[in-house]
């Protein structure tokens, strides 16, 4: 099956540091959505991107499929920041069926 | 708008008992999809449902059960259950089979 590589496993940032976050992924996919899940297990989402780059207030995102990977970047990192990043990717597993496939994720502390 | 819910929020059982998790999807949501998440871990694929039939399946045993109701809320059912079930298990709700999909807060099952 597909491989989904999240890096660096965990990150430790001062308050107002900036961060870039990788996934690479082993095979086409159909889309893709990055994740932040809160200390309380809530996925939030944060960018659906199959392709090309967002931008949501201090956060963005680029996704280059033709070469298999995403980035999320967080500047002017908060300490409400904090949590797992995960990326997944959405692949068709057959007769109609699409599934997310994710990584380990990042885990992200940011310190006052 | 009302976003995903779960119900419970937590759960203790014993091995060899059987659970049943609930899923209540976003207005305007006809698929579900389930993911059980072990600590330390991403998110896996358990199976979707569309349309009140199952949609794909990920690498669980047939312990693992679901149902999707004409209001598009979602059961899952977990059969004689084993220590290693013991895990977060998080239902998302989408537009179709292959869009945008949204976390409800999670259930958080323990085994003993």
């Known amino acids: 099956g597909i491989q989904v590589e999240q890096s660096p496993p965990d990150l430790i940032l001062q308050e107002g540091a900036n961060s870039t976050l990788r996934c690479n992924f082993s095979?086409?996919?159909?889309?893709l959505q990055w994740f932040h899940q809160n200390p309380w297990g809530q996925l939030i989402n944060l960018f659906y991107?199959?392709?090309g780059t967002k931008q949501n207030g201090r956060l963005s995102a680029t996704t280059v499929a033709t070469e298999r990977y995403s980035l999320l970047y967080i500047s002017s990192s908060q300490t409400t920041d904090s949590g797992v990043y995960f990326c997944?990717?959405?692949?068709?597993?057959?007769?109609?069926?699409?599934?997310?496939?994710f990584g380990k994720g990042t885990k992200l502390s940011v310190i006052p | 708008e009302t976003g995903v819910t779960q119900s419970p929020t937590h759960l203790i059982k014993t091995r060899g008992q059987q659970v049943t998790l609930r899923c209540s999807s976003q207005s305007g949501h006809n698929t579900v999809s389930w993911y059980q998440q072990a600590l330390g871990q991403g998110p896996q694929f358990i199976f979707q449902y569309y349309r009140e039939e199952e949609n794909g399946r990920g690498n669980f045993p047939p312990r693992f059960s679901g149902l999707q109701f004409p209001n598009y809320s979602s059961e899952l059912n977990v059969n004689a259950l084993e220590l290693d079930d013991s895990a977060l298990y998080l239902c998302?709700?989408?537009?179709?089979?292959?869009?945008?999909?949204?976390f409800g807060p999670g259930t958080r099952l323990t085994v003993t």
């Open positions: 997944a990717v959405e692949i068709y597993s057959g007769a109609g069926s699409y599934q997310l496939t």
């Open positions: 095979d086409s996919v159909n889309n």
């Open positions: 998302a709700s989408s537009l179709s089979t292959t869009s945008e999909q949204y």
């Open positions: 991107i199959p392709s």
